[in-house]
């Protein structure tokens, strides 16, 4: 199965790291993948991570991104808020 994560447009990917580290209240989107996973207790490392479960990955990346979400909506609520 192919990966369907990929960024549309790859300019993008500066603004993506952006918000993340904005949502996850961190300085980078590095820490905001690290911080999670402690949250959670899934112990990751600095280096290879290949060893950890897929739903405990899931996890990780599902509250960064579940976050990123909801932080894109409320935005694009308070644009239109703006223009009306």
């Known amino acids: 199965m192919s990966n369907r994560n990929k960024i549309l447009v790859p300019e993008a990917r500066q603004g993506l790291d952006q918000l993340k580290a904005k949502v996850m209240n961190v300085n980078n989107a590095e820490e905001a993948k690290f911080e999670s996973a402690e949250e959670q207790g899934i112990p990751l490392d600095g280096t290879y991570n290949g060893d950890i479960k897929a739903k405990d990955a899931g996890?990780?990346?599902?509250?960064?991104?579940?976050?990123?979400?909801?932080?894109?909506?409320?935005?694009?609520e308070q644009q239109l808020t703006r223009k009306q």
């Not at 996890?59 to 694009?76: F, Q």
Request: hydrophobic share 45%.
């Open 59 to 76: 996890k990780v990346g599902g509250k960064i991104g579940g976050n990123m979400v909801r932080e894109m909506v409320r935005m694009a």
